[in-house]
């Protein structure tokens, strides 16, 4: 079993930044590919960005391509995604996801465990 906990969400003026981190339990982080997602009020909840097991791999929704940078330290048991030029549009609550296999994808049915969320609104 895994847990998964995110922090750092928060209200942002358009085109500023967050950082949201999700820190994992367990010994076998690594082996486990890693996944962002997110959802707006009366939206389905859906894909952001993901990356593999090593870290050596990522894939992104083409709506942050650019903005958005996913990463992870195996060591810290941490992924993090880095939000950069926020728009209105990316207010959504965001979940973190973690998948037993090391490859990425961007299918919600794919991962087996989530985090909570954390809130991220994006206002002037």
Do not use: H
């Not at 358009?14 to 820190?23: D, E, F, K, N, Q």
């Not at 990356?51 to 810290?76: E, H, L, Q």
């Not at 959504?92 to 961007?106: D, G, L, Q």
Request: contains cysteine; hydrophobic residues 30%; aromatic residues 12%.
């Amino acid at each position: 079993q895994v847990q998964l906990v995110e922090s750092g969400g928060g209200l942002v003026q358009p085109g500023g930044s967050l950082r949201l981190s999700c820190a994992a339990s367990g010994r076998t982080f690594s082996s486990y590919a890693m996944g962002w997602f997110r959802q707006a009020p009366g939206k389905e909840r859906e894909f952001v960005a993901s990356v593999s097991g090593s870290g050596g791999s990522t894939y992104y929704a083409d709506s942050v391509k650019g903005r958005f940078t996913i990463s992870r330290d195996n060591a810290k048991n941490t992924v993090y995604l880095q939000m950069n030029n926020l728009k209105p549009e990316d207010t959504a609550v965001y979940y973190c996801a973690a998948r037993r296999r090391s490859i990425p994808t961007n299918l919600r049915s794919a991962y087996d465990y989530w985090g909570q969320g954390t809130q991220v609104t994006v206002s002037s």
